[in-house]
Each structure stands twice: as C-alpha cells, then as structure tokens.
Antibody, heavy 117, light 107 residues
Framework: QVQLVESGGGVVQPGRSLRVSCAAS????????MHWVRQAPGKGLEWVAGIWYDGTNKYYADSVKGRFTISRDNSKNTLYLQMNTLRAEDTAVYYCARVRGGSAVYWGQGTLVTVSS | DIQMTQSPSSLSASVGDRVTITCQASQDITNYLNWYQQKPGKAPKLLIYDASNLETGVPSKFGGSGSGTDFSFTISSLQPEDIATYYCQHYDNLPRFTFGPGTTVDI
C-alpha cells in the first residue's frame, strides 16, 4: 500500500536552515508528482511547493519562494524540502502528498517544524 | 492570484441533518476544485475531485457540485464520524494549489 513517511522536523532558530524528507513506498515513486503542504498550529492548510514526476519542473508559494527548495531522488524514492532563512511564521506541520492531476490523493502523517529562539 | 473563500467558517448540526458548505473562487476556475476532510491530528483526506467526482472508497453521502466560481459540498446525513474540518482546494495547470480557509463541522 502507498506509504509516505516524513522526517527531519524539529526545533530550529530563526534564520537557520532545515531539510525535511519524505520516504515513499508501495508505488512507483518516479511516476508521480509530489507536493509539500503545511499547517501552522490551529490554522488551515497552506500549499508550499510541488515538483513534477521527473524533477524537471518545480514551483513554489510566494511565501517561500527564494528560501525553500523542493527536490527528489527517484533512485531513493525520497522527496525533500530544503528550508533556508527560516522564520517564526514557517512553524507548521509539513505534509508531503502524492498527486493525481490536481488532487493530493495520498498524504504522509506530517513532521513538525518549530522555528524559535 | 485566485482567492478561495468558504462559508460558513463553522457550523453545528444534528445527527441526520443535511449539511452544505459553499466555496467561492475569485475568478472562473471551471471545475478545478477538490474537497478534503481533516480530522484533528490527522492528515487531510481527499473526498471529492474535479468539483463533483467521488474519490474511490468515499461514502456516497458526500457530494459536490458547481462550476465556474461557485461550488458546494454536501453531507446528506451527518454522522458523529463526520466531525471534521472541510477544505476546498483549487488547482491550476502546473499544478499549484490554493486552499480555502476551511469549515469546521460540529454536532
């Protein structure tokens, strides 16, 4: 069955960097686009970034553009989100999701990133 | 940029009630609109895709309709397990996503 497992979250100081990962299993990872969606504590869902199945196209929300980088390693079945110059407002649970067209069909359980001094 | 609004922001209904949530886009999005359910502490779950298509395995008590700028999501007979927050989501051709602010449903 499809499984997405995020890791790498934690507490980080403002201005620092962090990379979160999403390990995929149970499907042919290299055939699917993947996205990151985040949710600040007590708030709604916010789309962060997406990447095509082969990594050739990447796109970002304006709130993270220039600071975050989405990437994937299809040989390792893993999706990444490199987050630089972190701000307090980046504090959130970060979910990875496998997409079908424009729908996020499968989601991981999320990893919490807390930006605090 | 396209903005998505939802109403109401929260509602309280009784078991067995028919519940309707609306979602409005700031411009025509044809049928590029999905609905998700999120229970506390859990990841969202896709219920409806492309405005009116029921995702595989989702009970038929959930439904969606609409096109252009105005959409609705319905639970035909509310049950305790339906307590959750419901989000609409627009997607474009890349695709990039835009989520609505959510509607919390309570009993």
């Amino acid at each position: 069955q499809v499984q997405l497992v995020e890791s790498g979250g934690g507490v980080v100081q403002p201005g620092r960097s962090l990379r979160v990962s999403c390990a995929a299993s149970g499907f042919s990872f290299s055939n699917y686009g993947m996205h990151w969606v985040r949710q600040a504590p007590g708030k709604g869902l916010e789309w962060v970034a997406g990447i095509w199945y082969d990594g050739t196209n990447k796109y970002y929300a304006d709130s993270v553009k220039g600071r975050f980088t989405i990437s994937r390693d299809n040989s390792k079945n893993t999706l990444y989100l490199q987050m630089n110059t972190l701000r307090a407002e980046d504090t959130a649970v970060y979910y990875c999701a496998r997409v079908r067209g424009g729908s996020a069909v499968y989601w991981g359980q999320g990893t919490l990133v807390t930006v605090s001094s | 940029d396209i903005q998505m609004t939802q109403s109401p922001s929260s509602l309280s209904a009784s078991v067995g009630d028919r519940v309707t949530i609306t979602c409005q886009a700031s411009q025509d999005i044809t049928n590029y609109l999905n609905w998700y359910q999120q229970k506390p502490g859990k990841a969202p779950k896709l219920l409806i895709y492309d405005a009116s298509n029921l995702e595989t395995g989702v009970p038929s008590k959930f439904g969606g309709s609409g096109s252009g700028t105005d959409f609705s999501f319905t639970i035909s007979s509310l049950q305790p397990e339906d307590i959750a927050t419901y989000y609409c989501q627009h997607y474009d051709n890349l695709p990039r996503f835009t989520f609505g602010p959510g509607t919390t449903v309570d009993i």
